[in-house]
């Protein structure tokens, strides 16, 4: 059995590494896609994944990826879209340029990956992954461009779904507070735990694990759904004493 060929965009550390590592794990060749040539290659090493220096926001850019994942495995099987940038700003700070950027990486760079790689999903009967966030259904102060294009993902994910099939199930992921930070670099308090229904904050495997099941053929009869990763944290209601 051919291994499938997986791309992750903004692959190169946080949550995007997790999911490759799994990916990679699992027996699949992967392609990393990240805009930051340092930890591309650090990553790249680290996992003995392929990587591509990639600005998913630029349209020649993702095709010139598309077509080195080709090159390489002559098929596309599962295409992860978590390339994404935040700014949280005040709201009379935030300028058309600031908001404008984030959407383009956040919600237009996903499109552009999968309407790139669409065909050859098609053919290969792959999968679509986005990863949104629980800022797509809860917000804080100055959030706006990264909720925004959070929110367009989700709704991204049922239009991609329906354009797609039968041929291509696309699902999103929403991970709530995960911890990127290096392990024994910080240490969570009772209260950030106890915020959560699990008793803890989440780690980027948690992320990973789910979009591995979601990708798999267990997951054959799950397209076009937004699956809260988030220990809970949306569901418990919380009161100011």
Not at 117 to 146: C, D, F, Q
Not at 172 to 188: K, L, M
Not at 203 to 211: I, L, N, Q, R
Request: with cysteine; glycine share 10%; net charge negative.
């Amino acid at each position: 059995m051919n291994q499938p060929s997986v791309i992750v965009t903004g692959g190169a550390r946080g949550i995007g590494q997790a999911i490759a590592a799994r990916f990679k794990r699992d027996g699949a060749n992967v392609t990393i896609a990240d805009i930051d040539p340092s930890n591309l290659e650090q990553t790249t090493l680290e996992l003995e994944v392929r990587g591509v220096l990639t600005d998913v926001s630029s349209e020649s850019d993702v095709k010139r990826l598309i077509e080195t994942v080709l090159e390489r495995h002559g098929t596309i099987d599962v295409l992860v879209n978590n390339a994404g940038l935040s700014d949280f700003v005040p709201l009379e700070q935030q300028t058309l340029a600031g908001f404008q950027k984030v959407l383009n990486v956040n919600l237009t760079g996903a499109w552009l990956c999968a309407r790139a790689a669409a065909p050859h999903l098609r053919e290969a009967k792959g999968v679509i992954l986005n990863i949104a966030s629980t800022r797509a259904i809860m917000s804080e102060p100055g959030s706006e461009a990264y909720a925004a294009s959070k929110g367009g993902l989700l709704a991204l994910t049922h239009a991609l779904a329906a354009s797609l099939q039968p041929d291509v199930r696309v699902n999103c992921v929403s991970p709530g507070w995960v911890e990127t930070r290096a392990p024994g670099t910080f240490r969570h308090s009772s209260g950030d735990n106890a915020q959560h229904l699990v008793g803890r904050v989440g780690t980027p495997e948690d992320v990973a694990s789910m979009v591995a099941f979601l990708a798999s053929k267990q997951a054959g009869f799950t397209t076009g759904q937004n699956v809260v990763v988030d220990g809970g944290m949306t569901k418990k209601m919380i009161y100011l004493e």
